[in-house]
Nanobody, 120 residues
Framework: VQLQASGGGLVQPGGSLRLSCAAS????????MGWSRQAPGKQREFVAYITRDGETNYTDSVKGRFTISRDNAKNTVYLQMNTLKPEDTAVYYC???????????????WGQGTLVTVSS
């Protein structure tokens, strides 16, 4: 199973970006999917997750600005980021809790990360 994240880049404060993360490989089903981020010199932190049924949860600092969604048919999770701030600058990592074909348990997988830089 592989997760491929995309959509990062340079954006001015107040701008928007949409991140995507597609899971591929031998996938039987995906439970929750989510995003974390790691700013320079800091530990990785949780940003948002979404369950298979669409329930969501966000860290307080992004509530009202970020929206997580998913397309179960495409095994893809999205993160719409609006009103971006310089403190949102980080490498964003996606993760998915996946049951692979032939297995009876779920395993967490991580994408390679995509850099988001918010600067004027």
């Amino acid at each position: 199973v592989q997760l491929q994240a995309s959509g990062g880049g340079l954006v001015q404060p107040g701008g928007s970006l949409r991140l995507s993360c597609a899971a591929s490989g031998s996938i039987f089903s995906i439970n929750h999917m989510g995003w974390s981020r790691q700013a320079p010199g800091k530990q990785r932190e949780f940003v948002a997750y979404i369950t298979r049924d669409g329930e969501t949860n966000y860290t307080d600092s992004v509530k009202g600005r970020f929206t997580i969604s998913r397309d179960n048919a495409k095994n893809t999770v999205y993160l719409q980021m609006n009103t971006l701030k310089p403190e949102d600058t980080a490498v964003y990592y996606c993760n998915a809790n996946v049951r692979s074909g032939g297995k009876n348990w779920y395993q967490n997988y991580w994408g390679q990360g995509t850099l988001v830089t918010v600067s004027s």
